[in-house]
Structures are given as C-alpha cells and as structure tokens.
C-alpha cells in the first residue's frame, strides 16, 4: 500500500496545528512554514499524479481495514490531476497573500491550510460520507477564510454563505441517510457494485437519495437555480480567499463526476445516469445568467464573480454529457477556469486596493499606480475567461463545442457558447474601459506603491494558463486517459474491493 | 413507532424550513437547528428502527446497525460547532451593521466602504490586534 496517497491530507493538516500552536503570534514565520508546506505540497501531489499516470487506480485503506467496512482513500488520475491543481491554485495564492494581505485578520495561514486538508481529502476519498466531512472541513475553513479581514458588508454576505451551506448539508446528510438505508454501504465502490442490484420497490427511495446529494453538489458547483449564494460571497470576501474558492466550485463538479460518472454512471442499472437529465439544461442556464451578471456588474468583483459562474456552465455543458469526449474537455476547462478565475480575482483584489475611495466599482478614477501594468495583466486575464486565442479558455471552448456535437440540441449549444463568448467580451471590454482607459490624472497624496509578490503570483498564474494552451497536446492526452479511467466502473471496484475472484472470499469471513 | 418518528422528523423539516425563510437571523439560526435536529433524527433512524438490542453482530441474535449511530456523532459534532459559528456570526454581524435582517443585495455587498479593513495599509500589524 502506498502510503503517500494520505499526505496530501496530513501534510497541511499537521501545518494547520503547527502554525497555530506554535506560530501564533509570530506572522513572519507563519508566512514561511505555510509557503513552504504548500510547495511541498505541490510537490507531494505531482509526485501522486507520476506514481498515477500507470492508469491503475490504487486504494489506500485507513487503519487496513477492509474495503467495504474502513475507510478508503483513492488515488486515480483524476484525483491526482485535481490535487496538483489545488497544489498550484494555493501556491500561488500563498504568495499573493503573504504581501500583507494575510495581516488584516487573524490565522489566514492556518485556515488556508485547514481549507487545503479539506479539498484534498474530498478529492482522494473513496466513501460517501467522508466526502460529507471533508466537505465539511473544507466549509468550516472557508468562513473563515470568507470573513477574513471583517467588515459588515463580508459579515452579512458571510452569514447567508453558512446558512446555505448548513441547509446543503442537511441535504447531504439526508441523501447520504437515504443511500445507506436503501443499498446498506456508503463506500463508493461497494455502492457501484450495489446500485445495480437494488430491488425494484427500492429503486424510487434511492433515486431520491441520489438526487438529494445532486442538489448539493449543485449548489458547491454553482449551478443554476443554485447559484445565488456565489456572486455575493466570491464579490465580498478578499481577493486571496475568493481565489482559493475557485477550487472549491470544482469541487463540487467533481464530486458531480464521480458520483453520477461512477456509482450512479452508465451502469447503474435502472438509476443509470440518473443526474444526467438535469446537469446539461441546469449548465446552459447558468451560463446564460452568468453572462448576463458579467454585462450587467457594477464592480469587478461582481463582474468576476458572474464570469465564474458563466465557466461553470460552459464546463458543467460538457461535464453534463457524462460520456468521454465531454468529460475530457470539461476537465481540460476545469485547469483552465480555475486558474483563469483565480488570476482575475487577485486582480480585482489590486485594483480595489489601488483605487482608493472608488474601489473596484466600475467608475473612472483618479490612475493607480502601475496603471498599465495592471491593465494589461487585466487584458491577459480577460482573454482567458472570455476563451480568446492564445489563452487556454479558446482551446477549451473548442474543444466543448467539439464535445457536444453528440448532443441532440448540439446547434442551440453552440450558438449560445458563441453568443455568450461575444457578451463576455463585452462586458470585460467595458469593464476594463472603464477601469483604465476612462482614469483622470493621478490624483494628490500618497499611493499605494504594487508590491512585487502579489504580482508575481498573478503572472504565475496567467504564465501557467499559456503553458496549458501550448501543453495542450499533452494534457489532451492526459485528460482523455482521466476521462476514460474516472468512468471505469470495473478498474475502479477492483482498485478497490480487490479483484472479483478474491472478492466473495473476503467478504465471507 | 415508524410514523410517529416519521410525522416527528417531518414537523422538526417543517418547522426548520418555516423558520429559515424568515428575514432575521435569529429565526434563521434556529431554523438551523430544527432543521439539523430532523436530520440527526433521521439519520438514525436509517438503521432501521429497533429496541433494546446491542450494536454488535452475533450470530444467532438480531441487533441493530451501529453505523448510522457513528454517523449521527459526526454529524452532531459538526452542526454543534457550525450552530456556535453562525451565532456569532449573526451577533457579529448586528453589532456592526445594527441590524439582524438578513437581506443584502448585490450592490451593497459589492460596494466597500472607504473605512473598510481592506484600505488598510498592506502589513500594519494594527490590523492584526483590532480584528478578531
């Protein structure tokens, strides 16, 4: 058993504590261990995606427990691909955040690193309700992350974050409650084996439960009429807290994935793709609404907001598809969205800082300082959301509309893409009119001077974005293999319940 | 016993849901609770409903699941600290805005006043002191 699959969970969870033990009043240290425990925990998650690339998912049991009764982690290259996301996200968010950000309030570092414990165990595990708690890890550290700095505005924005996720959660629970009753297990693969078998007169109990635990993940990913609770969070919290959200989103389309990919997929018998029905309207709405919110924003944090929740759509479109094609292009876009997102939103985190009174509402200005620098790394980032060349957003969107051709609304899909691409841009071009073309003079008094860490992070970032445009053959390849191997029912049941001759021995003792 | 539990959970759902669509925090955080009382209730009861039997399998004895009761400790555990976060989140929220509705449109969420923490000067360790 490889014992390296838990790390991605303990490594940050161990620097929570240590940062908070230890570290409690002294932030220059803080900022050091936490910098280098999310390296090294980029590092520890490509290591995971070598060690992955072989294609055979490996389980790892908790405590050795056997499959069906402990705890499994489980790491495949989907898991793989989304820790090595998380780990780059949170580096550069890291970076960012140690400019002084991490200052305006209490314990960021350790929150940030709670949050990480959170998002990677939700991506390694292989059983249903430690995806609940994990879920649960990773929102408990997002309040705080959301309120970091305070402010009544964040504060009431923060109190309807918790209360929605509270109601989801009971949602979870109440859908996890329903699977355990009607199928008797909740680890992942023992429910693949079981979903299949469940009699008939159960069939509708556990329909509900499916699409209970649907609606949650609906909500984690945004999706239409679910959204609402995003475009004020991700518009009141600070620029580091809503960049390191944007794992969060895709937290939720993954988790859409791997239950309704794996345990509800293709195979599932009667309950076959029992989500599919409603994840490619629900995305095309959303992106419709999304796009609409970007054209009609006030502020850059609303604007940049609305664009997450229109790249929610467009990937939740191919997500929606559940067969390879579409899954590889939506986790093509995935890459994309999030570090595109998270670039625009350190942005507008500068741009509110160095406009003073006006903050990043969208009203001309006296100039910032660093006006043009800021306003190209502003261009550059809204050519990646938009999905212009040669960002990667255009090989992305191509390669979703590529995608839905085997839909059967395929032109009504594509013309809304296109029409909703056309819009996007409108709205960054006013936007970004508005922000740096339409300054007055530099006004009088002191300004901020931009602090080199914080842009370092964001060219990161958008480097990366180009770097996924000219990795693109690569990463094709990659996802494809990902795509086929997340929709593998058997290779998945076998990584984990062992091979199927073995199996009824073990299960017999 | 099945319906009884059954009307009780659903009145707890019913009582929760009425509470939490209510526009001030406090009938909203007690909507919570209601709401996660009915869960916990319910979780448990997807074990199946049983009396006086011990959570161990024996061989020649019924017995009754104990893995929804592990679950319902966790899920105790986490709507405990979650009830405790979103109050003083709620009371936070009134001390500083001097009031407990709970709606907020977009404009005003967006919109951060020129006093607000995030003009602070980048790394004033003053900061760090005056926020909880």
Redesign the interface.
Same mark, same amino acid.
């Given at each position: 058993m490889n014992n390296w699959i838990i790390m991605p969970a303990v490594l940050p969870a161990f620097t929570a504590a240590f940062l908070l033990l230890t570290l409690r009043h002294r932030?220059q240290a803080q900022r050091i261990v936490s910098i280098v425990a999310t390296a090294l925990g980029l590092l520890v998650a490509i290591g995971l995606a070598v060690e992955a690339s072989d294609g055979v998912p490996q389980a790892y049991r908790l405590g050795d427990w056997p499959a069906p009764f402990g705890i499994v982690l489980v790491l495949d290259l989907l898991s793989a691909t989304m820790l090595v996301l998380t780990g780059v996200l949170s580096l550069c968010v890291v970076l960012y955040a140690a400019?002084?950000?991490d200052?305006?309030?209490?314990h960021f570092h350790t929150l940030l690193q709670f949050q990480l414990l959170g998002i990677n165990g939700a991506f390694l595990t292989g059983d249903v309700?430690n995806l609940f708690?994990f879920f649960?890890v990773m929102l408990?550290a997002s309040?705080g992350l959301m309120?970091h &700095?305070?402010?009544? @505005?964040r504060?009431?924005?923060?109190?309807?974050y918790?209360?929605i996720n509270?109601?989801a959660?009971?949602l979870f629970?109440?859908g996890? &409650?329903?699977i355990? @009753?009607v199928t008797g297990t909740l680890n992942m693969a023992d429910l693949a084996m079981k979903v299949p078998e469940v009699a008939p007169a159960d069939q509708g109990l556990l329909k509900a439960g499916a699409l209970l635990l649907f609606l949650v993940f609906a909500t984690k990913a945004a999706l239409v009429p679910l959204h609402w609770w995003l475009?004020?969070t991700y518009?009141?919290t600070?620029a580091p807290a809503a960049a390191m959200f944007m794992i969060m989103t895709k937290v939720g389309a993954y988790a859409i994935l791997r239950v309704y990919g794996l345990v509800f997929g293709a195979e599932a018998g009667a309950l076959a793709l029992v989500a599919a029905p409603f994840v490619l309207p629900a995305a095309v709405v959303t992106l419709l609404l999304g796009t609409v919110g970007v054209v009609g924003?006030?502020?850059l944090?609303?604007l940049s907001a609305f664009a997450i929740v229109a790249s929610m759509g467009t990937l939740l479109i191919a997500l929606g598809l559940f067969d390879e094609t579409g899954v590889s292009a939506a986790l093509y876009y995935i890459v994309h969205s999030s570090l595109a997102g998270a670039a625009l939103f350190l942005l507008a985190g500068l741009v509110?800082?160095g406009r003073?009174?006006v903050?990043?509402?969208l009203l001309p200005a006296p100039a910032m300082r660093g006006e043009i620098l800021v306003g190209g790394l502003f261009l550059l980032c809204a050519v990646a959301m938009v999905g212009l060349p040669p960002l990667s957003g255009f090989l992305g969107k191509v390669m979703i509309l590529e995608a839905v051709r085997s839909s059967a609304g395929w032109p009504w899909i594509w013309a809304l893409i296109l029409g909703a691409s056309l819009a996007l841009t409108l709205g960054f071009v006013r936007a970004g009119a508005v922000l740096f073309w339409a300054s007055g003079p530099p006004g009088v008094g002191p300004r901020?001077r931009l602090?080199p860490l914080p842009i370092t992070a964001i060219v990161l970032l958008l480097a990366l974005t180009g770097a996924w445009t000219g990795a693109a053959g690569p990463a094709m390849d990659w996802m494809d293999a990902t795509a086929r191997q997340s929709l593998d029912r058997a290779g998945y049941v076998e990584a984990v319940l062992g091979p199927t001759n073995t199996r009824s021995a073990g299960l017999g003792e | 016993m099945e319906m009884l539990v059954a009307s009780a959970i659903g009145l707890m759902t019913a009582t929760g849901l009425f509470l939490i669509l209510q526009g001030r925090s406090f009938p909203v955080i007690v909507g919570l609770t209601f709401l996660s009382y009915a869960v916990n209730a319910f979780l448990f009861a997807m074990g199946r409903l049983t009396i006086n039997l011990p959570p161990i399998i024996t061989p020649d004895a019924a017995y009754t699941d104990p893995l929804p009761q592990a679950l319902v400790l966790t899920a105790i555990v986490i709507s405990f600290g979650m009830t405790a976060l979103i109050v003083v989140l709620g009371l936070r929220g009134f001390l500083e805005t001097g009031s407990d509705r709970t709606d907020l449109s977009l404009a005003e969420a967006a919109k951060e006043p020129a006093a607000a923490p995030d003009s602070d000067p980048a790394g004033t360790p003053a900061g760090e002191a005056t926020r909880a």
């Open positions: 932030p400019a002084g950000w200052r305006r309030g209490q309700f708690v649960e408990i309040y309120l &700095g305070g402010g009544p @505005a504060l009431k924005a923060g109190f309807h918790v209360a509270l109601i959660s009971a629970l109440i996890v &409650g329903l355990y @009753a475009p004020a518009a009141a600070s924003s006030r502020s944090r609303g509110l800082e003073g009174a903050g990043d509402r901020r602090a | -």
